[in-house]
Nanobody, 113 residues
Framework: VQLQASGGGSVQPGGSLTLSCVVS????????VGWYRQAPGKQRERVAR???????TYADSVKGRFTISKDNAKGTVFLRMDNLKPEDTGVYYC????????WGQGTLVTVSS
């Protein structure tokens, strides 16, 4: 299974981006999806997760600004990011978790004025 993340880029503080992750197959109804990020010099952290029953959880730092969604049939996962802050800068990775766990290659988000 391969995951391809895209949509990163450079944006000013207060701006928005939508990340996309394409899975090489459908997303099974038993699988959870998530977005993680790794800032320079820091450990990877989970920013958003959507369970198999579509319960969303977010890191405190992104609550109210980020929205995770998925389309199981199309095998896609999205992360809508609004009101971006410099501390949101990092490489964002998508994750698919069921019986096994799979990771995408990462897409870079830079928030700077």
């Amino acid at each position: 299974v391969q995951l391809q993340a895209s949509g990163g880029g450079s944006v000013q503080p207060g701006g928005s981006l939508t990340l996309s992750c394409v899975v090489s197959r459908i997303i099974f109804t038993s699988e959870a999806v998530g977005w993680y990020r790794q800032a320079p010099g820091k450990q990877r952290e989970r920013v958003a997760r959507l369970t198999a029953v579509r319960t969303a959880t977010y890191a405190d730092s992104v609550k109210g600004r980020f929205t995770i969604s998925k389309d199981n049939a199309k095998g896609t996962v999205f992360l809508r990011m609004d009101n971006l802050k410099p501390e949101d800068t990092g490489v964002y990775y998508c994750n698919l978790a069921g019986g096994r766990e799979f990771w995408g290659q990462g897409t870079l988000v830079t928030v700077s004025s």
